[in-house]
C-alpha cells in the first residue's frame, strides 16, 4: 500500500504591499515534514517566476517556515536548511547573492492553524519574497 501525500499547489504566488505603498510578490516553497529537499517542478517554477520579473527592482528575501513538529531546536535547524537550500539554488543558478536576504521563522508566526494537517502542510514551506528596492 502506497501513501501520497499531496503539497499546497507546488508553488503558490500571492502579491501585498509594504508600509510605503510598494507591492511585494511571494512565491512559495513547499516541503514534505522533516525535509528541506527543492523537487525539480519547484525549482522551476521558482526560476521561471524570477525570470519574469524586472529583479532589479527588488531585492530577494528568503523566508523559511516549519510546523511544530519535532520541536523548538529541531525546527530551527530545519528552518535554516530550507533557507539554505533555496539560498544554495538560486547562487547556482547565478543570481546576485549580495542582494539576497534570509529570515528563518521556525515554526514561530504561522500563517496557518498548526492544529490541523491542512494549515501543518501549509506551514512547510520557503517563501521567495520580492521585495521592493529601498527609494
Known sequence: MSIFIVLPSAVSQYHGVDDN?????VKSIFFRGGSYYIDEEQKIEVLKFLDEQILENYEIHIHSHT???????YNEWLSKMRSLSAYRMLEIEGFMMDHIYIKDHDFENPE???NTWQGRLKNR?????LWPLPA
Not at 505603498?21 to 510578490?25: D, E, N, Q, R, T
Not at 510546523?67 to 531546536?73: A, F, L, M, Q, T
Request: net charge negative; hydrophobic share 30%; proline share 10%.
Open 112 to 114: 496557518f492553524d498548526n
Open 67 to 73: 510546523d511544530p513538529i519535532g520541536g523548538k531546536e
Open 21 to 25: 505603498g510598494k507591492p511585494y510578490i
Open 125 to 129: 514551506r520557503v517563501d521567495i519574497v
